[in-house]
C-alpha cells in the first residue's frame, strides 16, 4: 500500500468489520440500506473494510458501492487473506484537520 493511502490522522478513516446479513433476509437490499444509513452519519473522508476473497456476493456489492481494492491484508491471527477495500467518502477534513462537525 502506498503511503497515501495508509496515512492515518485518527479522524479520516472509518472501518467497516463484518457488515452481513443472515443468508433468509439477502436479496432485499437491507445490507444496502445498513451500509446508507452508517456511512450517511460518519463524518470521515472514507472507509475501509477487508472482505474474505471467496466472498464473492459481498466483493460484488461492495464494488457496486464505489469501493476498490487497495491490498491485502490477515486481519487478525489465524485469519485467512483478506482483500482491503477503500470507499472514498468525498469529505475532506477541515483546515486544523479535526472532523466536521
Known amino acids: 500500500m502506498s503511503d497515501e493511502v495508509s496515512r492515518e490522522d485518527g479522524h479520516r ?3 467497516l468489520m463484518e457488515l452481513a446479513v443472515r443468508p433468509m ?3 432485499n ?12 452519519a460518519l463524518d470521515a473522508e472514507r472507509v475501509l473494510l477487508d472482505v474474505h476473497p471467496a466472498s464473492e456476493a459481498a466483493r460484488a ?14 486481519p487478525w491471527d489465524g485469519a485467512a487473506l483478506h482483500d482491503v477495500l477503500i470507499l472514498d467518502l468525498g469529505r475532506a477534513p477541515t483546515r486544523d484537520g479535526m472532523p466536521r462537525s
Open 25 to 27: 433476509w439477502r436479496g
Open 61 to 74: 456489492a461492495y464494488r457496486s458501492w464505489g469501493y476498490r481494492k487497495v491490498g491485502e491484508a490477515i
Open 29 to 40: 437490499g437491507i445490507t444496502r440500506r445498513l451500509h446508507g444509513t452508517l456511512l450517511g
Open 13 to 15: 478513516t472509518f472501518g
